[in-house]
């Protein structure tokens, strides 16, 4: 059992930064691939970035690739999501994801097994 609880989340303008920060509980973190997800208003939740239990691996979604890093600490028990250039369309709640799959990285929501509460992030023009 894992329990995820984000941080970080926030109003900025247009082309501002947001750190995004994931705490999890429990004593085998470090096994769990681990994801962000996003869902914007009348949307469905979509994959943002996903990092390997180890974190040699990492993914991103095209919409974020270049501007959003995804990285973790498994000595603190964490996974955060570095966001550059934000973009109006960025907005939405944001939710941390942990994966029991670890010998792929999953990038559908339906292959995590527990879910954060979100953050909400909004980008104004």
């Known amino acids: 059992q894992v329990q995820l609880v984000e941080s970080g989340g926030g109003l900025v303008q247009a082309g501002a930064s947001l750190r995004l920060s994931c705490a999890a509980s429990?004593?085998?973190?470090?096994?769990?691939?681990m994801g962000w997800f996003r869902q914007a208003p009348g949307k469905e939740r979509e994959f943002v970035a996903a990092?390997?239990?180890?974190?040699?691996?990492?993914y991103y979604a095209d919409s974020v690739k270049g501007r959003f890093t995804i990285s973790r600490d498994n000595a603190k028990n964490t996974v955060s999501l570095q966001m550059n250039s934000l973009k109006p369309e960025d907005t939405a709640v944001y939710y941390c994801?942990?994966?029991?799959?670890?010998?792929?990285?999953?990038?559908?929501?339906?292959?995590?097994?527990?879910w954060g509460q979100g953050t909400q992030v909004t980008v104004s023009s």
């Open positions: 429990g004593r085998t973190f470090s096994s769990y691939s």
């Open positions: 990092i390997s239990w180890s974190g040699g691996r990492e």
């Open positions: 994801a942990a994966s029991v799959y670890n010998y792929y990285v999953p990038q559908r929501k339906n292959d995590y097994n527990y």
